[in-house]
Each structure stands twice: as C-alpha cells, then as structure tokens.
C-alpha cells in the first residue's frame, strides 16, 4: 500500500530549485571535485567534466524528473508504476541501495567539517605549521572515536528535518542554508584570489594539460558528473514526486547544473589558488581541502588572528550547510521508499535509515584508522563505497535511466511531463530525446569499456 494521501509537496518554484541544488550542491563540489580535478591536470578535466555535465547530466536529470513527477512516489515504486511486471524496478532498488551507501561514507566527512568548525572557532589552527597541519587531519580522521562522533551528530541533524516532513523541512533548511551558501562562497573566491602566488593556481585551473587524460580520467569525470548532479540514483526523481504540475522541468534542470558546475569552479577557484599560494601539491587527494585551508587562513591572514579565525569558520561552516542539503536529499530517498514500499511512518523508516547509515558510517570512519588493513579490493572501505557508487552504481543508474525514458517510456507521457501538458513550447524536445537515445547511453558504455582497457 502507498501512503498517497499524506504525501508532502514543495511549496514554490523557488523551493523546487533551492532543494534540488541544495541536494545538487555539496561536497561534491567543495571537497571532491578540487581533489579529482587536481589528480587529473585540472583544467583538461574541468572540460571533460563540463561535456559529460551538457551531455550526460543535464539531460538524465530531465529524464529523472519526469519518472518522479508522473509516478509521484519514491524510486523503486515509480518503475512499477510505469513499467509494471518489468524488471526496471531494479533500476529504482539499486538507486536506494546507492543512496544509503553514499549516506553511509559521505556523512563521515560532514563530520569532519563539524570538527573543523569547532577547531577553527576556538583558534585552534594558530601558529601550526604546514606538517602540523597534515599530522593533525591523519591524526584525526585516524582517531577511533572523534570523527565517528562528529558523523552521528550531523545523521542526527539530517534526521530531524527530514522527519519535519518536505515543506517544514526540505525547502525551508534550503531556503535558509542555499542563500548563506553561496554569499560565504563569493567572499572567500575573493580573499583566496588576491593571495600573493594565486596566479599559479589560476593557471592550473584554465590551463589544460591533456597529458594527463587517460580512461581513468574520463571515468572520474563521468562519476563526479553524476555524483556531483545527484543524479543516476533517483535522488532528483524523488524530489520531483513532490513537484507541482507547473514545475518546468527542463529549466528547473538547467538551473540546477549551472549552479553545480559554477559552485564547483568558484570552489576551484578558492583552492587551487590557495594550495599554490602556501606551496600544496594539488594533487594531494581526499585530504586537500583540510590541510590547505586552515595553512592558508594561517599564513595569509596569521597577522590578523581574528580575520584568520573568522574566515575559517565561515569556510567550513559552508562546507557544513553544503553537506546537509545533500545529506537530506540521501536520507529522503531511502525514507521515502521505506515509507512507501513497507507502510511505515515516516518517523519510523527516517529511525532505520539513521540507524543503518550511522552503522555504516562508523565502519568508514573507523577504516580510515584503526581498520586501514581492511581492504576490498585493495581500497579501505570508505575508498570502496566511494568508488563503487560514483564511478560504478550513478553512471550505471544513469545509463538505464536514459534508456528507460528514451526508449521504453510512454512518449505521451513524457511529453506531458516534459512540456507540463502541451503548455510550454520545447524545441528542444527532440535533441533531448536524440541525447537520451543514443548520445549518453552510448557516451556512458564508452568510458566503462574504455576504463576495462578493451578498446586497447
Ligand atoms: N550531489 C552531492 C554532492 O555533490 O555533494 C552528493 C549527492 C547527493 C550524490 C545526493 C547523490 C545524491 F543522490
């Protein structure tokens, strides 16, 4: 049984796209996409990433918004909705199961980001060295029960608004966080760009080097696409279920990915600058972002404490909102189904997926320290489940998801969705299609074989 009655709507327009970007904009953007970029020649994977953004992302989050809004229910049962007796129900399952992984290690590093602030606002990165600072972010990510603390009290935050339910909850921490996000954001471009030796990071990020192009990048790219997008997991399809008929899916989409990709580049444009201007490889991986920041807020700003210690807890105050708009969007997708699928309430399926994830999440956190020798094929756990959902589970996800609006999907009824009832004008309805036909799917498969090595 669907509990169909009681089921929440977004508000407004304007609540549709700062919950959707809000979901769309997170560490992603701030933490993963400066360290992928930066472990494949930046700028030439800046522009890889912006194909697969145009060609793939974009026009799957259409696709995705459109199953979620016909069927108005949770991922899983929206493919039995449209496909009945078929088997794309898995394509919806495996898109849960996605979702509470992601939850499962992503909620470690908006941990971390709680931690930071802390340290940040009792000018705890004063007078530390640039080795000071690496020891310090191993020593507490290695530690056994700091970061495994900081992950349970930021689950608990997501819980208590997604249990307010989407309107009280979703769209208005949104409303509220989105703004603050990205005003934090510009005034900090502008400090890490007028740092003296900036221009080398500035190179960095627009000057591309192909060199260093290869399958694995093109994959990373692909995955950070997805995972940065929330898309291939039903995630934005979810949301959607709480749009109303006179959401314009197409733009609400575009919108949606210019507001990722541009926070992603302004979130390049504050490290990358930065890690040139204190002498940090930038491709120093997942750790990049807590070892650069706080020595550049130390070294640039050391003779002005109380400006060092004030950029630094905006800085990581920002990472924090970001993370908890996302964070929401995961646990809504797994709630919602659990909800939907069992007939529970929503308190008591929100109870499991916080369960399950803070479970989950202590397992990443301790396999960053004292479970390192633990390895799944040959990546500590949280390397694992950060691998096999972006570069395997979302693209899989979005490959079908394509297929499955391109060619099995009733055509009346995505042009419905697509141009609200024939209301709005959609030129580009056709190239949408040609994309989801052929251009992604194929796109998608390429770089998967490519990455097998059997196109050698
Ligand atoms: N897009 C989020 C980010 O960039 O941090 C992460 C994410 C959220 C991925 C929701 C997938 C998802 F469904």
């Not at 340290?119 to 020593?139: C, K, L, R, Y």
Request: charged share 10%.
């Amino acid at each position: 049984m669907i509990a169909k009655n009681n089921r929440g709507n977004f508000g407004s327009k304007l609540g549709v796209i700062l919950a959707s970007a809000g979901s769309a904009v997170g560490l992603g953007n701030i933490w993963r996409f400066p360290y992928e970029a930066g472990d494949h020649g930046g700028a030439a994977f800046i522009l890889i990433y912006i194909g697969c953004v145009l060609f793939f992302g974009i026009p799957i989050m259409v696709a995705e918004f459109s199953i979620g809004r016909h069927s108005r229910t949770n991922t899983a049962r929206a493919y039995q909705i449209l496909a009945p007796g078929t088997q794309w129900k898995w394509v919806g399952r495996m898109g849960v199961l996605a979702g509470f992984l992601i939850l499962g290690y992503y909620s470690v590093v908006a941990g971390w980001t709680l931690d930071y602030i802390v340290q940040a606002a009792t000018n705890g990165f004063a007078g530390q060295s640039a080795d000071g600072f690496i020891g310090a972010f191993n020593g507490f990510v290695e530690h056994p029960w700091r970061p495994a603390f900081w992950m349970l009290v930021f689950m608990l935050m997501t819980h208590f608004i997604v249990v307010r339910g989407v309107e009280k909850g979703i769209e208005r921490s949104a409303k509220i966080m989105m703004p603050m996000l990205f005003i934090i954001l510009l005034v900090l471009a502008g400090c890490a760009i007028s740092l003296p030796g900036a221009g080398n990071g500035l190179h960095f990020l627009l000057r591309p080097d192909f060199s260093k192009l290869n399958a694995d990048a093109l994959l990373s790219a692909m995955g950070q696409t997805f995972f940065s997008l929330s898309v291939g997991m039903g995630c934005l399809c979810t949301y959607a279920s709480y749009f109303r008929k006179d959401v314009n899916l197409p733009k609400t989409a575009l919108n949606v990915g210019l507001i990722d990709t541009s926070v992603a580049v302004l979130s390049g444009l504050i490290i990358f600058p930065a890690a040139f201007a204190v002498g940090i490889q930038p491709d120093a991986g997942p750790s990049l972002l807590f070892i650069t920041l706080p020595n550049v807020f130390q070294q640039a700003f050391g003779g002005l404490p109380w400006l060092a210690v004030i950029l630094s807890v905006m800085f990581y105050v920002l990472l924090a909102l970001a993370a908890l708009t996302s964070t929401i969007s995961l646990h809504e997708v797994v709630t919602a189904y659990l909800h939907e699928e069992f007939n529970m309430t929503r308190r008591k399926a929100a109870i499991l997926v916080t369960v399950g994830c803070s479970i989950l999440g202590v397992l990443s956190s301790l396999s960053l320290g004292i479970g390192k020798e633990l390895t799944v094929f040959g990546m500590t756990l949280f390397d694992f489940f950060d691998y096999l959902t972006a570069k395997i589970m979302l693209p899989l996800g979005g490959f079908f998801i394509a297929i499955f609006t391109g060619w099995y999907m009733d055509k009346r009824i995505v042009w419905k969705e697509v141009s609200n009832n024939g209301m709005l004008k959609m030129w580009i309805y056709r190239s949408w299609l040609f994309l989801l036909k052929f251009v992604a799917p194929i796109g998608i498969a390429f770089i998967f074989i490519n990455e097998l090595g059997l196109l050698k």
